[in-house]
């Protein structure tokens, strides 16, 4: 399949909230009336701003959220995404030829790496040196990851 004959899809979502506790009764004329406005603009805009698109969908809802949850969680890191697993000590300044993580250098990550590292030394794919406060910061992140 050639690359234009694959399909491409831009979306931008907008969300408008109104305030849980905001007493005002929102007629249905005057929200339909924002809906065409903000349609029409964003029509103009588009048509300006991306003219190699051939068509706009507009999805226009109107609801109660009694319950609405998004989360994002993040996934081991691994070679495929980008994860610490993928970059190795030495990509992080450190030598991998070094041996096992040392206090020092495990000091030098933030939050994010070193809750990688704790995967990494829980799936066996590096190792720490057999140091206590090492394994006592390694088994803080490996925890916070439950």
């Known amino acids: 399949m050639a690359d234009n004959d694959v399909p491409r899809v831009l979306r931008l979502t907008f969300e408008f909230t109104v305030p849980k506790g905001l007493r005002v009764n929102i007629r249905n004329t005057r929200r339909m009336a924002a809906v065409k406005a ?19 969908t507009v999805r226009h809802e109107w609801m109660y959220a009694w319950h609405d949850e998004t989360e994002e969680r993040e996934l081991p890191p691994s070679a495929q995404n980008g994860g610490l697993a993928a970059l190795g000590q030495d990509d992080l300044g450190f030598d991998e030829e070094s041996g096992p993580w040392t206090l020092a250098q495990l000091q030098r990550l933030g939050a994010k790496e070193l809750r990688a590292v704790a995967l990494d030394v829980g799936f066996g794919r590096t190792e720490v040196e057999d140091d206590p406060e090492v394994h006592a910061l390694i088994a803080v992140y490996a925890d916070d990851e439950k």
């Open 38 to 56: 903000l349609v029409a603009a964003v029509e103009a805009l588009g048509a300006r701003e991306i003219p190699w698109a051939q068509t706009m």
